[in-house]
């Protein structure tokens, strides 16, 4: 098999170039051998990728290039794959300086997915011994020391064509052996090559990241459901319900199953009680989240079918979710790579038939068409046929707007289609510019509509697609400016209307209208952003001052709501437990003050008058006392407290000395004495 069918010439066929000249022989050079000069198939123009930061290396490495072999930089490992498969370059030279990726898992990468590309690697001795095992192995061709000079540059580089030539050069006789030995040999050689050509396609069309590097990515951590409770919470016991069972169905892996009790279906049927509870809402992206991951590592696994269903099954939850139509997208891509890889598959076995018929089937939904049986008779006519029927449906899906889905049916993957018969074809190269206008301008319209989202994938399949890469760029950046203009109306907004619900007193209700809704809004937009801290401290404060008013109006029960929700929101725990407490006391205060009864109601035995104060007699004072006391069940009295007095200081006293003299008849409870707290006032008087 031809790797990636970029052993085709302008016009479809092999080209045999020696030392850069393109001849319907080879030569051999003067003074050498034949063996030495042995014909080398290669394709005149491909370039050397060259993934530097280091602009004296560049200058240098394109100074000693072959004329014949364009010297093209790359940013990153991201856009290596992508240049690989749209440049069909030979010749590749990483600078260990400028990779964020072991260097020697860059090189596995390429050896696996791209077997025909030669790789030097430019760096110091401790990078050579890290590579020392791929060197062995060939997956790095040459290792090039810094500081480095323009002669062994140049070796290096036109040692690594030889060798790229060399490797092309065996694989195709080896393959053109094999069909040459076949009846029909002479006819299939082509296809093979087109379908070589087909398959390089449509690795560029699914994905520019071909070669998968190490990405950190944001942990998906959310704060769990229980811990945003909803305003109404207390007041709505089904739905605490619906979410007790939610979560336990969550944690016990019943995403989307058994139906009505899963986590999905009972996070939904609670925001269908309370579409604003947040705990719902973060549940449901749990399930959402804990989808995608599985799906994404079945794709990783290539098990399409098993990513599929769960990503239906997560659309099915959020028909909108980004990332569910993002990985969808993926899906969709991995089965046209599928679909033209197995139509390689059968071109290389001589299967002529079947390889034109999996195109063909996967362009039509998988009916026969009538070119299949054209290209028995004439494989010229069916590739000129197939060009056009591929260009036919693209013109089709770009008038219908399917530019890029569904998979298998939009304008992009007709084009790719096209260009792998007929690369050269002027209209396709037709069609693909106006594909690339087409998604340029639905960027620019999402711009416009506000959606820098929608912007950035049509921007990126017009990169794909081979758009300039100065604009596709400044459509990113203007997305990225939209997001943060976007981001930061929409928190300059919340908080205005947070504080302005904080000022009417609408700190909960209602559920979603008031302060705490917003400052929800504020958390999801930016929990780090200035306005939303300090809402957050003022929510908080807010709600410890509801709740001393509460307990200065007595209402304990009122105190304690608000002491529960500022526990929710995250107040400062010292301050809460410090009123927590003091409504505890004062509500047991308040209990013990309910439970005296007044003297009088009580049967006295011995009596003792109070002694009225030789100094109070002498100033003319008059006041009384109330005086608090327990009964005991024998009858005498103890625990004897003064609440009371008018004037303070003066009688206390004599009231107290007075009562603990007293004597009552004991209190009868269920025919058993007990104790009984009583209050009495006592009055003192002067005699007129």
Do not use: C
Not at 488 to 495: K, P
Request: proline share 5%; no cysteine.
């Amino acid at each position: 098999m031809v790797p990636r069918g970029r052993a085709l010439g302008p016009t479809g066929g092999f080209q045999i170039v020696t030392a850069g000249a393109s001849h319907s022989k080879a030569q051999p050079a003067a003074g050498t051998s034949r063996r030495d000069a042995a014909p080398l198939l290669t394709i005149a123009g491909q370039p050397v990728l060259v993934l530097t930061h280091d602009p004296a290396f560049f200058a240098t490495l394109k100074r000693v290039a072959d004329p014949a072999h364009e010297v093209r930089a790359v940013r990153s490992e991201t856009d290596l794959a992508s240049a690989l498969m749209a440049l069909h370059a030979g010749v590749v030279v990483l600078d260990t300086t400028s990779l964020a990726t072991p260097t020697g898992e860059v090189a596995r990468q390429l050896q696996t997915q791209f077997p025909d590309v030669v790789l030097i690697v430019v760096g110091g001795a401790e990078e050579q011994a890290a590579l020392a095992a791929e060197i062995t192995d060939g997956s790095v061709y040459r290792f090039l020391h810094k500081p480095v000079s323009e002669q062994r540059v140049r070796l290096f580089v036109d040692a690594a064509w030889r060798r790229h030539a060399e490797a092309q050069a065996g694989l195709v006789t080896s393959t053109f052996a094999a069909l040459a030995r076949s009846p029909k040999g002479s006819r299939w050689w082509l296809l093979l090559a087109l379908l070589g050509t087909a398959a390089a396609a449509a690795w560029f069309v699914v994905d520019r990241q071909l070669i998968r590097l190490p990405v950190t990515t944001p942990d998906r951590l959310r704060p769990a459901a229980s811990a945003v409770p909803a305003a109404s919470a207390t007041a709505d016991a089904a739905l605490e319900a619906l979410l007790v069972r939610a979560d336990r169905a969550l944690a016990a892996g019943q995403t989307v199953t058994p139906p009505g009790e899963s986590a999905a279906d009972l996070y939904r049927e609670a925001l269908r009680r309370n579409a604003r509870d947040p705990r719902a809402l973060a549940g449901v992206e749990q399930v959402i989240d804990r989808l995608m991951t599985d799906a994404e590592a079945l794709l990783q696994e290539h098990h399409l079918d098993g990513a599929q269903q769960l990503a239906e099954e997560a659309r099915a939850i959020s028909p909108a979710h980004p990332r569910v139509a993002y990985l969808i997208g993926q899906i969709g891509a991995q089965r046209e790579r599928a679909v033209l890889d197995k139509a390689q598959r059968a071109a290389a076995t001589g299967n002529v038939t079947g390889a034109l018929a999996v195109l063909d089937d996967a362009a039509r939904g998988g009916h026969r068409s009538t070119l299949v049986d054209a290209a028995r008779e004439q494989l010229t006519q069916q590739q000129q046929g197939g060009v056009a029927d591929f260009l036919k449906r693209a013109h089709e899906a770009l008038a219908g707007g399917q530019l890029v889905e569904p998979a298998e049916h939009n304008a992009r993957f007709y084009i790719e289609s096209a260009r792998a018969l007929a690369p050269q074809d002027p209209g396709v190269e037709q069609a693909r510019r106006e594909l690339i206008a087409r998604l340029t301008s639905e960027a620019g319209k999402a711009l416009s509509a506000g959606d820098p989202d929608r912007a950035d994938r049509y921007a990126a399949a017009a990169a794909d697609a081979g758009a300039v890469p100065e604009d596709v760029a400044a459509l990113h950046a203007e997305a990225q400016r939209l997001r943060g203009a976007s981001k930061a109306s929409s928190v300059a907004h919340l908080a205005q209307v947070f504080n302005e619900r904080l000022g009417e007193g609408r700190l909960v209700e209602p559920a979603g209208d008031s302060a705490q809704f917003y400052l929800a809004k504020l958390t999801q937009a930016d929990p780090d952003h200035n306005a939303t801290q300090l809402a957050r401290t003022a929510y908080d404060k807010r709600l410890l001052d509801e709740a001393r008013g509460a307990l200065r109006a007595q209402d304990y029960a009122l105190a304690r709501r608000w002491l529960a929700e500022a526990r929710t929101a995250g107040a400062d725990p010292a301050a809460v437990g410090e009123l927590d407490t003091a409504v505890g006391a004062a509500q047991a205060e308040a209990q013990r003050a309910a439970s005296y009864v007044s003297a009088s109601a009580l049967t006295r035995t011995r009596y003792v008058p109070p002694d009225f104060p030789l100094e109070a007699r002498k100033q003319g004072l008059e006041g009384w006392v109330d005086v608090q006391f327990l009964v005991n069940p024998d009858g005498s009295v103890g625990d004897v407290t003064i609440v009371g007095a008018q004037p303070v200081g003066i009688f206390e006293q004599a009231a107290l000395d007075a009562v603990r003299r007293w004597r009552y008849q004991p209190v009868m409870h269920a025919g058993q004495s007990v104790g009984q707290r009583a209050r009495v006032r006592l009055r003192f008087a002067m005699q007129r």
